[in-house]
């Protein structure tokens, strides 16, 4: 099991081999993903659709099926094709809100 954080909220994921027909799905109650066991990509793009699911609905956007399976296969291809600059903004962000939270 590993847990993500979204914004206020923590939300656990799980290898769930009784999924049936389903890759993964986000649940609110409890609040968690459930991921089928595959390749380790797989399951990493599953993560990231999941996780794409439970931003629209913690924040009242409403993304269909379709509309988060395109940002996930978005967000995917800007980060294999911009690894190096992706690595590095991570690492600036990281950094910025690491200092920030030492001067508060």
């Known amino acids: 099991m590993s847990t993500i954080k979204v914004g206020p909220s923590y939300i656990p994921v799980y290898r769930d081999e009784t999924l049936e027909g389903l890759f993964g799905c986000f649940e609110n109650f409890p609040t968690r993903i459930l991921i089928k066991p595959q ?4 399951e990493d793009m599953t993560v990231l659709h999941e996780l794409l699911h439970a931003v629209s609905d913690m924040y009242g956007l ?7 399976r395109v940002l996930e296969q978005v ?5 294999i094709d911009n690894y190096p600059l992706v690595a590095a903004w991570c690492s600036r962000i990281s950094s910025c809100s690491t200092s920030e939270s030492k001067s508060n």
């Open 75 to 79: 967000i995917t291809q800007l980060v």
């Open 39 to 42: 390749a380790q990509k797989d």
């Open 62 to 68: 409403r993304l269909s099926e379709s509309s988060v």
